[in-house]
């Protein structure tokens, strides 16, 4: 190379920071523009335009790395550390509590079908061999008691 390379990083420079909008990023890809003109310096043509062939360069990295940052995302919007390790269980505890409270307040024979269908998974069938009922009985407790829990349950505004 018969052309000094370091009178263009003034020019390299500008120009990267213009592609990349950022100082830090613009620095990094004239490092990266330098390196490959270093690397393949043998296909350099002697007597043409060394700044020319240093933007190519430049502009070929740039969208060779935009390539590659939309298909590797670093993580940074959904980076693990930001997440909380513990989600706060507050919540669940006061509408637990509320839950407790209104199941409570319920007839028996609703919480205990509530329960058996609702909480344990029974069928309505095994439901009713449990509470020695029949089957419509339980349905008609099931839905009574999904009514009063929704009734106990909805928010205020």
Not at 2 to 29: F, T
Not at 94 to 99: D, H, I, N
């Amino acid at each position: 190379m018969s052309d000094d390379i370091l009178v263009y990083i003034p020019a390299l420079r500008a120009y990267a920071r213009a592609l990349c909008r950022s100082s830090l990023d613009g620095d990094d890809l004239v490092q990266e523009t330098l390196l490959r003109a270093i690397e393949h310096a043998r296909q350099y043509q002697p007597g043409t335009n060394m700044r020319a062939w240093l933007f190519t360069i430049m502009r070929n990295r740039f969208f060779t790395n935009c390539k590659k940052s939309a298909r590797e995302r670093t993580g940074a919007a959904d980076c693990a550390s930001l997440v909380p390790q513990v989600k706060p269980d507050q919540e669940w505890h006061m509408q637990a509590t509320e839950l407790h409270d209104a199941l409570n307040k319920m007839p028996v024979h609703y919480r205990e079908a509530i329960i058996l269908v609702g909480a344990l998974g029974e069928t309505y069938i095994d439901a009713a061999r449990i509470l020695d009922c029949d089957i419509g009985t339980i349905k008609s407790r099931v839905n009574r008691a999904r009514g009063i829990l929704r009734k106990a349950l909805e928010p205020t505004l």
